[in-house]
Each structure stands twice: as C-alpha cells, then as structure tokens.
C-alpha cells in the first residue's frame, strides 16, 4: 500500500501535548490505536510538510 492506494477506513485522529512536554498524534481505527510521541521541533517539522503537500495537492487540482 502507497500514498496512492485507497482504502475505505475510518480512523480517528488526535493532535495534542503531553504532560511529559511531547506533541502526541494519536490514531485510533478499528480497534488499533497508535501513539505517536514527537519532540517539539519534530512536531514543527511535521507541521511544515503537512503545509507543504497540501500547497502541493491544491497545485494539482488547478
């Protein structure tokens, strides 16, 4: 499974910090849950590619 590939599963995402000072994003979907702990700069990092593909996919469809 690629970036590309589709699959029809809903999921539940949680964005938020941690009383330990990290930014947790935590997934939740189909009884699956993954924590995923981020120093703050790595959170910062995270944020600006997120920014950047969604700059990106806008760019494609116009």
Do not use: H, Y
């Not at 944020?47 to 760019?59: D, G, R, S, V, Y």
């Amino acid at each position: 499974m690629g970036i590309n590939t589709e699959r029809d599963i809903e999921a539940n995402l949680q964005i938020g910090p941690t009383d330990a000072g990290m930014v947790r994003l935590f997934v939740e979907a189909q009884g699956v849950e993954i924590p995923m702990d981020f120093e703050p700069d790595e959170a910062r990092e995270i944020a600006e590619e997120i920014l950047a593909a969604a700059k990106a996919a806008e760019a494609k469809r116009s």
